[in-house]
């Protein structure tokens, strides 16, 4: 008994040894972070005054230049805005109405869908139903549509549990389970061959063109009250042209209460007209998208890196306060304190606010192609910073609180990881899960073999990303508070080791 105990004894130093806590440091990070927090105040003038941020619109770069302003005054170094790829033309909604004035009144719920065209004008609609699915549906609405508005998609399914049921916080119970088995992945069953005769959505759409329709109705949202608005089908593989989106109709995504308000009325084939008017600014050059960065320089190892971030550009139907609003908030607010408490890392720290994240984690994906390379991948290889690299820390699943952290399958740095969360067990931070999970800016760093990392956070109330519901008011404040606090201690511990964060073997 006494020989095992001296033994976990022994093992326990060693994992404080080689990843000790700086006790001292940690202190004046969570004094600063919790007693002089200016999170809320960060992410009240993102979500309310700078607003939603479309990848290369407008409403972004003014974004963009507020963030250069944030980082001087916060008292970063190297600050820039980095251009990463050919991103098409800027696209800014900049006024939308809706109404439905026959058989009944009624201010309808919606948003035009990205890099698609306004319409001329204030237009009174006759609505009509579609139900297109195959190549010979199309026939049946042939030369009927001239001038209309169309109900595209069927009536859409309420998600009632969502409403009733709300979103929990995770239990203890949940999180062991968590740090023990890894996260379900749902089976890929082999494909059939896709059936010739259906009808896919730019197919129908151009359909809808030729045919004389003047705007598309749709919705795919099953969140009450919620437009969950995307990009037009296409602008990716067109690379958001500007003749192709003046060339679609206007396309737009309505709340499904009052879309299929408007499906039920079809189906009794009562009449309906709508009011719309929908203007967008299209810009007339193609144009780089971009990245913001900033640093807090190193000592002896300036030459190392150690990076965090989160996206900055959010679909455009709302500030997008969750997604991610609150991360890169976050990741501002944790560089504010390392600077505020006058750490004096050996690595450089560096903060990234990444754009077109939405569109296929296209900003992080660049960065580190340009940056690091990827000796996997022979067209890119390894880049000079390679090896200068350390860890990245990302924030991109909501505004809820760490509950602890994910190894994305580095098992090498499951010792750092218990050592660097001793700190926050107050705060409830206290698992270690080992899986990877995806779907992040972290990922171009993983596929490229550089340890990068998401943090495992509680789910929260608020009506998620990608709508128009998501502001300012829905996310908790103390648990973005928290998240900083951790960040910033994660990052500074790893930036003050001997060796870099360690990767994985394969
Ligand atoms: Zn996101």
Known sequence: MKKLSFIFCTLWLNAQESYPVEWDVVANIREEGFQRSEIANTLSYMTDVLGARLTNSEDMRRAQDWAVKEMQRIGLNNIEIEPFMDYGVSWDNTFFSLHMIEPDYQTMVGYPIAHTPGINGRQKLEVVRIDIKTKADLDKYRGQLRGKAVLASPQ?????NRYRDGVKRYTEEQLKDISEKPLPKSPRGPRGPANPELVGSEERNAFFKAEGVEVILESRSGWIAAVRGFARPGAKKDKWDRKETLDHLPLVAVTPEHYNRMVRIAERNIPIKI?????TKIGRKRRQARNVLG?????DLKDQVVMLGAHFDTWHASPNASDNTSGVAVMLEAMRILKAVGVKPRRTIRIALWSGEEQGIHGSREYVNKHFGNPTN????????YDRYSAYFNQDYG???YRGIYLQD????RQAFTSWIRPFKDLKMTTIAAQSVGSTDHIPFDRAGLPAFQ?????VGGTGGHTNLDFYDTIPIEDIQKNAVIVASFVYHTAMLEERLPRKEK
């Open 156 to 160: 859409v399914p309420i998600d009632q």
């Open 275 to 279: 009011d719309i008017e929908i203007q």
């Open 455 to 459: 943090f495992l956070q509680d789910r």
């Open 399 to 401: 505004p809820g609180q």
């Open 410 to 413: 580095n098992e090498h740095v």
């Open 378 to 385: 022979p067209n890119v290889g390894k880049k000079g910073g």
């Open 295 to 299: 640093e807090i320089e190193g000592a």
